[in-house]
């Protein structure tokens, strides 16, 4: 199995599959190290990340996630495969393009709650302060009202399903996710256009990764409006877009060790408006500290599988 480079839709473990696309295996014209790297059919992946690290909580009153231990686990049969936490059933279409159905528990509970299923393949909960700081805790202007996650209403785990559309073409892979909430707890959708570029180098393997996010009213508004269930006066959400920039680096140091670096930053846009009075001004909302999640690890890595 050659070496897996991190890409912005996923930030897991040290490195990152490039899912459905190559769920259905590889040429050999694929398998040279001047292309991205593939993975073959029928086989299982583990391994374990080890070092420094944390991935912030843009949220009032929020946990930043330590990454110190994360592990990447994955499997692909010729059509099945489990990558991560996304479950998927794929098609090739065309030696580049691969069509899949895929299924993932939703993301955005695992800022109001660290035992979130969803931060499983994030990093493993290993303590409440430390390298990542313990909480939020920025200094707001009196005039901003400001909401703690204590404060509100228990925020529902969710099962999303949908379709991802894979390109590769040597260094070059384009994806394409549509989401929706199967498991109907906050009703709405999500989607993500990313873009990412591998590189073997002398120094390692780089890869430089971008992406496009477009979250719904009703997924927004969920996880990040005010209701009266959460004791305030009702601000709803509007639809969102969510650009992030990646880059991951690794090195290999045998067949199982390597070094290995990666930083993620993802800017939020989740405008909030008054239920009651539609003609107040949109304003940001009241739950968020920061407008960006910001992610970073260095450290090394053990193959296992």
């Known amino acids: 199995m050659t070496s897996r480079f991190a890409v912005p839709f996923i930030f897991v ?4 599959v490039s899912a459905a696309a190559q769920a259905a295996g590889c040429s050999d014209a694929t398998k040279t190290s001047a292309t991205a790297p593939c993975e073959t059919t029928d086989q299982f992946h583990f391994s374990l990340a080890m070092g420094a690290g944390f991935r912030s909580n843009p949220l009032h ?11 990447d686990l994955a499997y692909y049969g010729q059509h099945w495969f489990f990558d991560n936490g996304t479950l998927g059933y794929s098609w090739v279409l065309s030696p580049e393009v691969t069509l899949s159905l895929v299924s ?14 969803s931060n499983v393949f ?31 209403s228990k925020r529902p785990w969710a099962l999303d399903g949908g379709l991802q559309l894979d390109w590769q073409k040597a260094q070059w892979q384009v994806r394409a996710n549509w989401w929706h909430d199967v498991s109907n707890e906050y009703q709405g959708s999500h989607a993500k256009v990313s873009v990412a570029y591998h590189l ?9 990764s971008s992406a496009l996010a477009w979250k719904s009213a009703r997924l927004l508004d969920t996880y990040y409006g005010i209701s009266f269930d959460d004791g305030g006066s009702p601000d709803v959400a509007s639809a969102g877009f ?3 920039v990646g880059v991951h680096w690794s090195y290999e140091l045998d ?16 405008d ?18 920061e407008t960006f999640v910001r992610s970073w690890f260095i450290g090394v890595s053990y193959r296992f599988y």
């Open 13 to 16: 473990g040290w490195s990152v």
């Open 61 to 71: 009153g929020g946990h930043n996630m330590p990454l110190w231990l994360m592990p």
């Open 104 to 117: 993932r528990f939703n993301e955005e509970q695992g800022y109001f709650r660290r035992a979130s299923f």
């Open 122 to 152: 994030t990093s493993q909960r290993i303590a409440d302060d430390g390298l990542a700081g313990p909480v939020q805790n920025n200094e707001i202007s009196e005039s901003v009202r400001v909401v703690d996650i204590g404060q509100v």
């Open 200 to 208: 073997s180098h002398v120094t390692g393997d780089w890869g430089f």
């Open 242 to 244: 969510q650009p992030e």
């Open 255 to 270: 067949k199982n060790w390597a070094l290995l670096s990666l930083f993620r930053y993802r800017w939020l846009n989740i």
């Open 272 to 289: 909030l408006k008054n239920a009651e009075d539609p003609s107040v001004d949109t304003q940001q909302s009241p739950l968020l500290a």
